[in-house]
């Protein structure tokens, strides 16, 4: 079992930064993949970035590609999203989620989510 929480979204002007962490509670966290989606009232769920338990492998989004940054610390079992040059379009529900599959970018692969965390970004 992986018990997972969001924190650090806001409201944010357009070009600005914020950095999203997820903390995972459960032994086994070190094994999973971490990813990061977001999905709001009346759109798809959209997969953003992931990355591998052991940090070596990173995936992301075209749309936040040179933008968003995923990192994770196994020894503090957290994920990081840094997200720069936000736009008004980022504007959504972020959500953390766990997997030990691998297409990163389907949601249906991850078996833990956490409950998600609001990023407003204002134009």
């Known amino acids: 079992q992986v018990q997972l929480v969001e924190s650090g979204g806001g409201l944010v002007q357009a070009g600005g930064s914020l950095r999203l962490s997820c903390a995972a509670s459960?032994?086994?966290?070190?094994?999973?993949?971490m990813g990061w989606f977001r999905h709001g009232p009346g759109k798809e769920r959209e997969f953003v970035a992931a990355i591998s338990w052991s940090r070596l492998s990173t995936y992301y989004a075209d749309s936040v590609k040179g933008r968003f940054t995923i990192s994770r610390d196994n020894a503090k079992n957290t994920v990081y999203l840094q997200m720069n040059s936000l736009k008004p379009e980022d504007t959504d529900v972020y959500y953390c989620?766990?997997?030990?599959?691998?297409?990163?970018?389907?949601?249906?692969?991850?078996?833990?989510w956490g409950q998600g965390t609001q990023v407003t970004v204002s134009s």
């Open positions: 459960g032994r086994t966290f070190s094994s999973y993949a």
């Open positions: 989620a766990a997997t030990r599959g691998r297409h990163w970018d389907y949601a249906g692969e991850y078996e833990y």
